[in-house]
C-alpha cells in the first residue's frame, strides 16, 4: 500500500504541475530520476490495479470534508459531465464557499445520456453512510429527477431536497392531474402547488413550484418536501451561485475532459487522484484568503479569483520564492 500512496501522491503532483489529466502531461512533472517512460507505465498500473479502490484511497478524505462541514446544513448537489474518451461521470458533492467538493462519483461509457435513478441513489446511499450523526442535509438537483424513487430515498434519510425536474411531469392535487407544462406559467411569475403528488403512481405530498424568472429564457419546474416557510426557490438559487467541479477542471483547471483514458473504472481511478488535487487547491486558496496572500498574488483592493485559482497563484508564488509548500486536503473555516 506505501507504493500505490506513493505514486497517488507523485500523480496529485503532476497533475497540479502540468494541469492536464493525460498520463504523459502528469509524468513529464514529476520530479523524480526515473524516465519520463517508466513514470507513464506506473501511472498506467495504478489507475489499472483493482486494488486501489475509492474506499482506502479517497473515503477518509469525504468522510472528514463532511465532519469538518457538519455543524451548518450540508448542502449536497449532483451534476454530471463527459470526462475522458467517450465517457461520463455523475457526481456528488458539498458546497463549500461557493465550490463544489467532490463526495462520490461514477464512471460510465458514453458522453451523453442520462444517467439511471437507481446510479443517483447508489451515490446518495454512499453519502449516507459517511455523514456524521445528526447531521442536517439539503440537496439540490439540477435536471434528470423525474422518478419518485430517489425523492423516496431522501425523505426515508430525512434530508431536505429541492430538484429540477421535466416539464411534463404529472401533477395531481385534489383529484385533478395535469403536467407542469400545462400550468403555462409566465416570464416573471412563479405558481406554488402544495400538498400535491408527482407522476402517475402519485408520490407525495409534495411541493411543486413553477418559477419563471424575467432574466432566464424559461421557466423551472421544481419539486420538494419543503415546506413554503423553508422557501424551496431559496435553496435553489444557491445551485446558481456554486461553480462546480466540473467547471473548474475543464478549461480552467486540469482539463479533466481530456484525458485518453477511455476504460471507465480507470477513470474513476483517476479521478481519485485529480479530487485530490483539487482539494488541495481549494485549501491553499483557502490559506491565501487567512493569511492575507491574496493581496500578494492577487490585488490589494479586491478579490476577483475563486479558491481553485487563487490556490494555483499560492502554488506559483510559493514555488517562484522557494518557500515551504502547505500540503493538506482539509477545509479551513
Not at 453512510?129 to 425523492?151: R, S, T
Request: charged share 20%.
Amino acid at each position: 500500500m506505501a507504493r500505490h500512496l506513493t505514486t497517488l501522491a507523485m500523480l496529485i503532483s503532476g497533475i497540479v504541475g502540468s494541469k492536464r489529466v493525460h498520463l504523459p502531461a502528469i509524468a513529464s512533472k514529476v520530479p523524480t530520476l526515473t524516465k519520463a517512460e517508466s513514470r507513464v507505465k506506473r501511472f498506467y498500473r495504478w489507475v489499472a490495479n483493482e486494488r486501489v479502490d475509492f474506499e482506502a484511497y479517497y473515503l477518509p478524505c469525504a468522510q472528514q470534508l463532511l465532519k469538518n462541514l457538519a455543524h451548518q446544513t450540508l448542502v449536497l448537489i449532483m451534476d454530471g459531465s463527459s470526462v475522458g474518451r467517450n465517457c461520463r461521470t455523475l457526481m456528488l458533492s458539498v458546497v463549500y464557499k461557493k465550490r463544489a467538493l467532490p463526495i462520490a462519483w461514477l464512471v460510465a461509457c458514453g458522453s451523453r445520456g442520462h444517467f439511471a435513478e437507481e446510479d443517483h441513489m447508489t451515490l446518495i446511499e454512499q453519502a449516507k453512510d459517511l455523514l456524521p450523526q445528526g447531521a442536517e442535509v439539503m440537496f439540490l438537483g439540477d435536471g434528470e429527477f423525474d422518478g419518485i424513487q430517489l425523492q423516496a430515498k431522501l425523505d426515508g434519510y430525512g434530508f431536505g431536497y429541492v430538484c429540477r425536474t421535466a416539464k411534463d411531469t404529472f401533477l395531481t392535487q385534489d383529484s385533478e392531474t395535469l403536467t407542469f407544462e400545462e400550468l403555462r406559467i409566465c416570464p416573471g411569475t412563479r405558481i406554488t402547488m402544495h400538498g400535491t403528488t408527482i407522476t402517475r403512481d402519485q408520490y407525495g405530498p409534495i411541493t411543486a413550484i413553477a418559477w419563471w424568472d424575467e432574466a432566464e429564457e424559461e421557466p423551472l419546474y421544481l419539486i420538494s418536501n419543503l415546506s413554503v416557510e423553508q422557501d424551496p426557490c431559496d435553496w435553489y438559487e444557491i445551485r446558481f451561485t456554486i461553480e462546480t467541479f466540473f467547471s473548474d477542471q475543464k478549461s480552467r483547471g486540469f482539463h479533466l475532459h481530456k484525458s485518453h483514458l477511455s476504460d471507465p473504472q480507470r477513470l474513476a481511478q483517476l479521478m481519485i487522484a485529480i479530487c485530490l488535487a483539487y482539494i488541495w487547491i481549494v485549501y491553499l486558496g483557502t490559506l491565501a484568503m487567512q493569511q492575507g496572500d491574496n493581496r500578494i498574488i492577487h490585488r490589494t483592493d479586491r478579490c476577483d479569483l475563486s479558491l481553485f485559482q487563487l490556490g494555483l497563484r499560492l502554488l506559483e508564488y510559493f514555488l517562484n520564492q522557494e518557500m515551504e509548500i502547505h500540503v493538506a486536503f482539509l477545509l479551513l473555516e
